[in-house]
């Protein structure tokens, strides 16, 4: 606002700074000059703060939260007109200063701890492998970057972590993000209301790879999180615009960045190193071979469907996953001897041996992948005495797969979910944790 030809800060234009700083919503005072409650909510949100009380109550928890005072002239009660409810311009201006402040410390958290037993010299070394498990904490502890949120670009090494959670997207006002084909991940940006923009976390896998960072995906967004592997944004179609609906209800144009996976010929190789001769129903694991390869039209009429599938890198990228996913909870995977059926992997768990089929699936043929790879693992289950399991490439499209599954014994997983199960026993980890 202009006033005796000098700019005048407002209320509305610290509250749209703040806004901006968080990629929140941007609001607009009401009647009489009010900051909207929820506006306060959502700053409370995003810090994990308790949200309690009046507009006051509200702004004083955000500005003891950065360690600051809070000062009379905050709020309107010593005012003329004694309006104790409403947050003065002055009170607006800390709580810009503590969402700074809050920001800062935790940029600062994320590189000031360190994981025990790394060394810094190496911190820029990438070690975790596909289908390995880790703590959210103990990643950013390793790694740096921020500890909340879908995108948290690390401060001190040269990657950002994308984090994803197949049942949370719509309730935080975010698009789902998915798998449109073996190759292509859409992945939704940040910003919970209002129009996303090409700014902050989103320029930052816009840029990434002029900036010389990876992109590392993660799910789900907190607790013990799986990973899932790099991505790169697609050159010739790096994102799209749709419409969708934010965390207010309010329609709005989102971006879906169009991700692609990372092949790297040296990930995962120490599974093929693993050493263990007591294989009781099979022998040593044999890395998959994720290297890419053209199947032939002839053969897609000519060859066993279940060699076709395994010929297929993202079959190959899946499976090992798995072993990577049982070797992170010191379990030993088995592939296949000459003596036992031709499963694609197994190992032994807590009670009983445990059998693993895997299907790579696309939106055209999940359910016959499905029923192909239903009857194998319960036949090769039947022979071993096996608990069977049936992991496929993505989510399926389909939801009563799993029911069905479930009615025929078997456990249906797919990599986004790994970390919910125990596979020594393939029971939930956490209580009501379900795919």
């Known amino acids: 606002m202009v006033e005796g030809g000098r700019t005048v800060e407002t209320k509305n234009d610290v509250m749209a700074e703040i806004c901006n700083l968080l990629s929140l919503e941007e609001y607009k005072t ?8 929820r506006f306060y909510s959502d700053v409370l949100d995003f810090f994990n703060l308790p949200d309690e009380g009046d507009a006051t109550h509200a702004a004083k928890s955000i500005i003891s939260a950065a360690g600051l005072d809070w000062k009379a002239e ?22 810009r200063q503590s969402v700074v402040m809050l920001l800062d410390e935790q940029e600062a958290e994320s590189s000031s701890n360190v994981f025990e037993g790394f060394d810094p010299a190496h911190e820029s070394e990438w070690t975790l492998l596909k289908g390995q498990p880790i703590r959210r904490k103990m990643l950013h502890d390793r790694y740096g970057g921020v500890r909340q949120g879908g995108i948290a670009p690390s401060n001190r090494t040269k990657n950002i972590f994308l984090f994803t959670e197949i049942n949370s997207n719509k309730q935080h006002g975010y698009e789902a993000d998915h798998w449109i084909d073996d190759e292509t991940f859409l992945y939704c940006g940040e910003g919970q209301a209002g129009n996303q923009s090409l700014t902050r976390y989103n320029y930052s896998i816009l840029n990434h790879k002029n900036e010389g960072r990876s992109l590392r995906l993660f799910s789900p967004v907190s607790g013990e999180v799986t990973y899932l592997g790099e991505l790169e944004i697609d050159d010739e179609h790096p994102y799209e615009w749709i419409k969708g609906f934010g965390r207010d209800g309010l329609l709005r144009e989102v971006v879906m960045f169009r991700l692609k996976r990372v092949i790297r010929s040296a990930e995962n190789s120490n599974i093929s190193e693993i050493s263990n001769t007591n294989f009781t129903f099979g022998s040593q694991y044999r890395l998959a071979d994720e290297l890419p390869r053209n199947v032939a039209q002839a053969e897609l009429f000519t060859t066993d469907p279940n060699l076709l599938d395994r010929a297929l890198q993202i079959h190959s990228l899946t499976q090992n996953m798995v072993a990577q996913w049982v070797l992170s909870h010191d379990l030993v995977p088995v592939s296949p001897s000459e003596e036992t059926c031709d499963f694609d992997i197994a190992w032994k768990g807590t009670a009983n041996p445990i059998v693993c089929e895997v299907k790579s699936i696309s939106d055209s043929n999940e359910r016959h992948q499905f029923r192909l790879g239903l009857g194998q693992v319960l036949e090769y289950a039947f022979h071993l005495e096996a608990l069977p399991v049936l992991v496929v490439s ?39 944790a379900s795919n």
């Open 394 to 432: 993505r989510k399926p499209i389909a939801s009563n797969l799993h029911k069905i599954a479930k009615k025929a014994g078997v456990l249906l997983l797919w990599p986004e979910i790994f970390s919910n199960y125990d596979p020594a026993t393939l029971q939930p980890i956490e209580e009501g």
């Open 30 to 37: 009401t009647v009489g000059s009010s900051v909207p409650r």
């Open 74 to 95: 905050y709020d309107s009660s010593d005012s003329a007109s004694g309006g104790g409810g409403t947050v003065t311009l002055a009170g607006l201006r800390a709580i």
